[in-house]
Structures are given as C-alpha cells and as structure tokens.
C-alpha cells in the first residue's frame, strides 16, 4: 500500500519541481524589475569607483531601472563584502569585488562571511597592472640600477604601499625576496599619500596602480616597469617586471559578485548585460584610457579564479610575516 502512495504523489512532486524551475525563469525574465545596488568597498572618486559608476550607469540604461552605487569602504574592503553576502540572495544587491578580496581572508582572524563559499561570481569587469615607479630626482631610472641599488644598500632602501597586506605592499615584499633584499615598508593610509611620499622624494619606490599613469606621463614621476604580462600599450617603452624577473606579475583586478544561493539565471543574465554594455564605445575608450583590460571571464571561470587567487597570496602573506587583524 505505502508503494501505491508514492507513486501516486510522485507527480505532483515533478509538478513542483517544474513550478520552481517555471518561477525562477520567470525571475531572470523579469529582472530587474526595481533599483540594483552596487556596493563599493573603495571611497568615491578612485579607479574602481570610476568603474562601478560608468557600469551603472549604462546598465541603468540597458535595464531601464536605476543601478545605485553605494559606497563602504572600510576594514580592507570586508565591510561591504560581508553586507552583500548576508544580503537577499535575488541579484538586486552587487558587489565590486576586487583583488583584494582574495587577499583579505588571509590577512584576518575571523571574518562573518568566506569568500569562496558566501559570494557567487557573476563577472570579471577589469585587469589592470601595478607600475614599479621611483621619485624623478632619484638615483634609480632604471630597473636593472633599483635592483643593484638593493643588493648593495639592502634595508637603507625603502619603499611604500598603499597600506599593510595591499597588493602594492605584496609586490614591495615580492622584489625583496627574488633580489634577496631587505627593503624596509612604510605603509600609508591609502594611494594618494603613498604617491605623495614619491613626490617628495620620502620613498625610494612604490608599486602604484594604474591611475599613476597621468603623472608619469606629465614627468613627476619615473616609470621602472609594469607588472603585467605584457607591455601595455600606454606605457610600451616601460619594460614588464617579467622581463628580468620570470613569472613576476601582479593584477589588480574588478568584477561583480552576488550573494550566494542568487538564482543561477539572474546570474546569467546581469552577465550576459555587462557583457554587452562593456562594449559601449564609452567604455571602451575608458578601458583603454586608464590601462585597463576588458577580459571578461563568465561565472564558473571567475569562480575557479577566485579560487587560484586565494592561492596565489597565500604565500607572500605568510612570507610578509603579517599580523593577523583582529576584527
């Protein structure tokens, strides 16, 4: 008798799996149907922040509803990480995660989200290199001079970062260790004071992100090499940092994540639109403008990168003998 009851309640079981299926293609069909929420964890006016904006905007366009950018910095870019992982898992509340992200789970004790498992990847927005910069007036105009600058003097050398466990200071450890250096950090409160510390001449060199690019290009700042793989197309007479030291590279990177258990579907379609309005001419002129490159990874790529990139910083934060963050 039991058997007899279950097959007869085994339809109306696939019934409302297919109502399930139904009401989430409805959704993504849908959506948005209200204002989107772009969460920043980076202060106003920055390159990420100029990013986010010009993405709203076009999206805003491409949707016909307002995309809001909200900005949290804060706590190494975990505050606004940890909203939007405990936000409503429905595609209306995005994060502008960023490189640092992969970092930040290695430089704290205990953070209320992870990374990997309470964030869902929608999109890769950006890549974007470090510049190894040193003051105009200084004795190192070249990389191969820094380098032997460092093999000499060691720790009378000094280089600054925008902050302690930021790429820039990641990169500063990473020259130490392939030149057996002992560079001493000196970390800022941010871009613009580390930028400042070059101008008068305060540090020795700095791992600068690509918004440096207006003041070497105006002659305030020396160019030494880029962190890409490449040469970029702004900057073709500054050698890669790869050229001398094989496989050295830094990215800092941009995309959009949604709070896990968001319906595979409206992930697919908020990447299916930034895959198109990044083709804007306006965006594009941007991307290339500011060093940027467009390579747009789709949700499963993105989330094995996020996965590779926790790897990748592991070591060098163990190897900068940080101090984990209390919270």
């Given at each position: 008798m039991q058997k007899i009851i279950h097959s007869q309640h085994r339809p109306?079981?696939?019934?409302a799996a297919?109502?399930?299926?139904?009401?989430?293609?409805?959704?993504?069909?849908?959506?948005?149907?209200?204002?989107?929420?772009?969460?920043?964890?980076?202060p106003a006016g920055g390159g990420a922040d100029n990013i986010a904006r010009m993405l709203a905007n076009h999206l805003s366009q491409e949707?016909?509803?307002?995309?809001?950018?909200?900005?949290?910095?804060?706590?190494?870019?975990?505050?606004?990480?940890?909203?939007?992982?405990?936000?409503?898992?429905?595609?209306?509340?995005?994060?502008?995660?960023?490189?640092?992200?992969?970092?930040?789970?290695?430089?704290?004790?205990?953070?209320?989200?992870?990374?990997l498992t309470h964030l869902s990847a929608v999109a890769t927005l950006s890549f974007s290199p470090f510049v190894l910069i040193t003051p105009m007036e200084s004795e190192f105009r070249t990389l191969d001079q820094l380098v032997m600058g460092l093999k000499q003097k060691g720790d009378k050398i000094n280089f600054g970062s925008s902050g302690l466990g930021g790429l820039p200071h990641l990169?500063?450890?990473?020259?130490?260790?392939?030149?057996?250096?002992?560079?001493?950090?000196?970390?800022?409160?941010?871009t613009a004071p580390a930028v400042n510390a070059i101008l008068n001449g305060s540090t020795d060199f700095l791992f600068a992100d690509n918004s440096i690019i207006p003041l070497i290009q105006s002659g305030k700042v020396r160019a030494l090499a880029v962190t890409?793989?490449?040469?970029?197309?702004?900057?073709?007479?500054?050698?890669?940092?790869?050229?001398?030291?094989?496989?050295?590279?830094?990215?800092?990177?941009?995309?959009?994540?949604?709070?896990?258990?968001?319906?595979?579907?409206?992930i697919d379609q908020i990447h299916a639109s930034v895959l198109k309005v990044l083709k804007e001419p306006a965006l594009v002129k941007f991307y290339k403008d500011s060093a940027r490159e467009m390579k747009i990874l789709n949700p499963d790529e993105f989330s094995q990168f996020k996965e590779s990139e926790?790897?990748?910083?592991?070591?060098?934060?163990?190897?900068?003998?940080?101090?984990?963050?209390?919270?």
């Amino acid at each position: 008798m039991q058997k007899i009851i279950h097959s007869q309640h085994r339809p109306w079981r696939w019934l409302a799996a297919l109502l399930i299926a139904c009401s989430v293609s409805a959704l993504a069909q849908k959506f948005p149907t209200h204002a989107v929420t772009i969460l920043n964890p980076y202060p106003a006016g920055g390159g990420a922040d100029n990013i986010a904006r010009m993405l709203a905007n076009h999206l805003s366009q491409e949707w016909g509803q307002a995309v809001i950018v909200e900005n949290r910095p804060g706590a190494g870019t975990t505050i606004a990480a940890a909203y939007v992982a405990k936000a409503k898992p429905d595609g209306y509340t995005l994060l502008l995660s960023s490189t640092q992200h992969a970092i930040a789970p290695l430089l704290f004790k205990k953070l209320p989200y992870d990374y990997l498992t309470h964030l869902s990847a929608v999109a890769t927005l950006s890549f974007s290199p470090f510049v190894l910069i040193t003051p105009m007036e200084s004795e190192f105009r070249t990389l191969d001079q820094l380098v032997m600058g460092l093999k000499q003097k060691g720790d009378k050398i000094n280089f600054g970062s925008s902050g302690l466990g930021g790429l820039p200071h990641l990169s500063g450890v990473r020259l130490n260790q392939v030149t057996g250096a002992q560079a001493r950090h000196i970390p800022y409160a941010g871009t613009a004071p580390a930028v400042n510390a070059i101008l008068n001449g305060s540090t020795d060199f700095l791992f600068a992100d690509n918004s440096i690019i207006p003041l070497i290009q105006s002659g305030k700042v020396r160019a030494l090499a880029v962190t890409s793989d490449k040469r970029t197309e702004s900057l073709m007479q500054t050698p890669t940092m790869a050229e001398t030291f094989a496989g050295f590279t830094a990215t800092v990177w941009t995309g959009l994540e949604a709070p896990a258990g968001t319906p595979r579907p409206v992930i697919d379609q908020i990447h299916a639109s930034v895959l198109k309005v990044l083709k804007e001419p306006a965006l594009v002129k941007f991307y290339k403008d500011s060093a940027r490159e467009m390579k747009i990874l789709n949700p499963d790529e993105f989330s094995q990168f996020k996965e590779s990139e926790v790897k990748t910083y592991e070591k060098l934060v163990q190897d900068a003998k940080l101090n984990l963050i209390e919270n």
